[in-house]
């Protein structure tokens, strides 16, 4: 599989992707998750679904943070994601994780 490229790779060629694919912490970081986000990023190659991830930029959706009562934070969380995608002008999101979206 290719390197998976970013909204800012897609943006610096003047191009956008169709989906936007939100990886996720736990996508990220854990080992039995990053299997499953392998093979969904596999799942979309094989589709020939042109899509990108945001890479550093993303960010954790706020989730955590609103299940422990910190509204305040998540809400924060959320405008910066808000502020991110509407950057990219982001039209589509997957994501393999419950948790995300």
């Known amino acids: 599989m290719a390197d998976i490229k970013t909204m800012a790779q897609y943006a610096a060629e003047g191009q956008e992707p169709e989906i936007l694919f939100w990886v996720g912490c736990a996508g990220s970081f854990d080992d039995r998750a990053q ?9 979309l190659e094989a ?3 042109a899509f990108a991830i945001l890479g550093n930029e993303e960010q954790c959706t706020g989730d955590p ?12 969380v959320a405008l910066q ?12 999101i997957v994501t393999a994780c419950p948790h995300c979206f």
Do not use: D, H, P, S
């Not at 299997?35 to 799942?43: D, G, H, M, N, S």
């Not at 994601?81 to 950057?87: I, Y």
């Open 47 to 49: 589709a020939g679904i």
């Open 65 to 76: 943070a609103r299940r422990a009562g910190n509204e305040f934070l998540f809400q924060m």
């Open 81 to 92: 994601n808000v502020a991110t995608l509407n950057m990219y002008q982001v039209k589509k």
């Open 35 to 43: 299997k499953v986000t392998q093979a969904f990023a596999e799942i």
